[in-house]
C-alpha cells in the first residue's frame, strides 16, 4: 500500500470518544487509561493537522473536521468487525435470517426440534421483515438465510428449496362448513391486505379468472401475512395466505379455507447461503433437515392450480 494511514489505534479511540462525548467513558470502554484516550486522539489530529474535538466547558464536542471524518471511520470499524466475524463466529452456532411471517408460521418450531436432535445444531435466527426479501451475505453477519424467490441467486450461493409459496384465502373458524363460496359473496366480503400493493390478492383472483368480479378496493391493508392472517382469524374479514403456513391452524381449527383452492405464485422459499463460507457442513445439516419437515407435513386438501 502507497498510501499512509493514521494509527488504527487512534481511530479506535477517536471513534470511541466520539460515540460518547467523553474520553473517560471511552476509556472505561477500550480498558485504556483516559490521558491514552487523549494522547490517541492528539495522535490523529497531528496527523491531519487539525483538531477533531472542542470542550464546551465539561462538554466534548466534535469539530467540523470530527464530523466529517467520523461517519467513514464509523463505517470502517463496522466492516472490520463483520469481516472478522465471518471467520470467527461462535463454533456450531449458525446465524440465520429469515421472513417474519415464515419464522412465527412455521420456521420457529422446526428449528426447535433441530436443537434438539443432537448437539452442534445451535441456530441463532433474526426474524426481518422484508417487502421483497433479500439478504446481503458481505454486509450482513449471517451465514444462511431463508428467502422468498424466483430461484436466480448469485453464483456464488448455495440454494436449497423447501417449498413453493401457494396463496389461498383464508378467514375465521366461524366460515367453516359453510359451503362453497361464490365469487358474488367473495366481492361482498371486507378482504384483508397483508402486502400495500395487494399482489397476493390480485395474483389469486386473476389465475381464477375474478379479477374483473372482486374489487380489490378497500379493506384493511397490513404489512405481512401474519398480520392479514390474524385478523382474519379475529373475524375481521379475509385474508391471503400461504397454504403450507396455514396447515397447523386449519387442522386446529383457527382457521378455514372459505375458498379451498390454492394458486401457486411462482415464487418459492429457499435456504441460501455463501458457498465459501467456513461451516457449511452445518448449513448442509440444517438444509436437509428442513426440506425433510416440509415434505412430511400434511397440508389440507385443496384444488391446486399451478
Known amino acids: 500500500m502507497t498510501r499512509r494511514f493514521p494509527p488504527l489505534y487512534a481511530l479506535r479511540a477517536f471513534e470511541a470518544a466520539a460515540r460518547h462525548s467523553s474520553f473517560t ?13 487523549s494522547r490517541h486522539v492528539r495522535t490523529l489530529e497531528d ?10 466547558g465539561r462538554n466534548l464536542q466534535l469539530s467540523e473536521a470530527g464530523r466529517l471524518l467520523l461517519p467513514g471511520v464509523r463505517e470502517g470499524f463496522s466492516s472490520l468487525e463483520r469481516a472478522c466475524g465471518t ?46 426479501d433479500n439478504v446481503d451475505f458481505h454486509l450482513e453477519p449471517f451465514d444462511c438465510a431463508v428467502l422468498l424467490g424466483n430461484g436466480s441467486f448469485p453464483a456464488d450461493w448455495e440454494a436449497t428449496w423447501l417449498f413453493d409459496e401457494l396463496l389461498i384465502p383464508v378467514g375465521g373458524p366461524e366460515l367453516a362448513g359453510q359451503g362453497p363460496w361464490t365469487a358474488q359473496r367473495l366481492a361482498q366480503a371486507e378482504l384483508l391486505h397483508p402486502t400495500p400493493d395487494r399482489r397476493d390478492w390480485r395474483h389469486w383472483l386473476r389465475r381464477m379468472g375474478l379479477e374483473t368480479q372482486v374489487s380489490l378496493r378497500g379493506g384493511q391493508v397490513f404489512d ?35 375458498w379451498p383452492t390454492a394458486v401457486a405464485s411462482g415464487e418459492s422459499y429457499y435456504l441460501v447461503w455463501p458457498r465459501t463460507r467456513p461451516g457449511n457442513e452445518r448449513v448442509h445439516r440444517l438444509s436437509d433437515f428442513l426440506r425433510a419437515e416440509a415434505a412430511g407435513m400434511t397440508l389440507p386438501t385443496v384444488t391446486l392450480l399451478r
Open 87 to 132: 471467520l470467527l463466529s461462535e463454533d456450531g452456532i449458525l446465524r440465520m435470517k429469515a421472513p417474519s411471517t415464515l419464522t412465527m408460521r412455521w420456521l420457529l418450531a422446526r428449528l426447535s426440534r433441530f436443537r434438539h436432535l443432537q448437539s452442534g445444531n445451535e441456530v441463532q435466527l433474526t426474524s426481518a421483515w422484508m417487502d421483497q
Open 25 to 37: 467513558r471511552a476509556a472505561e470502554e477500550l480498558s485504556i487509561t483516559q490521558s491514552a484516550v
Open 224 to 258: 405481512t401475512l401474519e398480520l392479514g392472517m390474524i385478523a382474519a382469524a379475529r373475524g375481521y374479514g379475509v385474508s391471503i395466505g400461504d397454504l403450507l403456513m396455514v396447515a397447523e391452524d386449519v387442522a386446529a381449527g383457527r382457521l378455514s379455507l372459505p
Open 47 to 56: 496527523f491531519f493537522a487539525c483538531r477533531l474535538f472542542q470542550r464546551a
